[in-house]
């Protein structure tokens, strides 16, 4: 079992990525997903759930409108979209399957001009 993501850099303000979340050994379509950052001497936060079904979302209030996350079941995948980001949005994010307790290695996110 196993996550990888990818997609993090370093962007101005304003700009947008998109973070991807493969996953291995399981499928993210039976499974609660979710994304969660971390800067250094500071917890982890969570910051957008998926659930199993799609229908449901939930949003840190600071990203609400900005960032979406997503599933794609054909490519095993979760997502989230960042748009308008912000330097206090700059951290390593991590996903993970909440219900498996598996998390994934992390991608920094670097939001500076």
């Known amino acids: 079992v196993q996550l990888v993501e990818s997609g993090g850099g370093l962007v101005q303000p304003g700009g947008s990525l998109r973070l991807s979340c493969a996953a291995s050994?399981?499928?993210?379509?039976?499974?609660?997903m979710s994304w969660h950052r971390q800067v250094p001497g500071k917890e982890r936060e969570l910051v957008a759930i998926i659930t199993s079904t799609g229908r449901t979302t939930y949003y840190l209030d600071s990203i609400k409108g900005r960032f979406t996350i997503s599933r794609d079941n054909a490519k095993n995948t979760v997502y989230l979209q960042m748009n308008k980001l912000e330097p206090e949005d700059t951290a390593v994010y991590y996903c993970?399957?909440?219900?498996?307790?598996?998390w994934g290695q992390g991608t920094q996110v670097t939001v500076s001009s």
């Open positions: 993970k399957a909440p219900p498996i307790g598996v």
């Open positions: 050994g399981f499928t993210v379509s039976g499974s609660v």
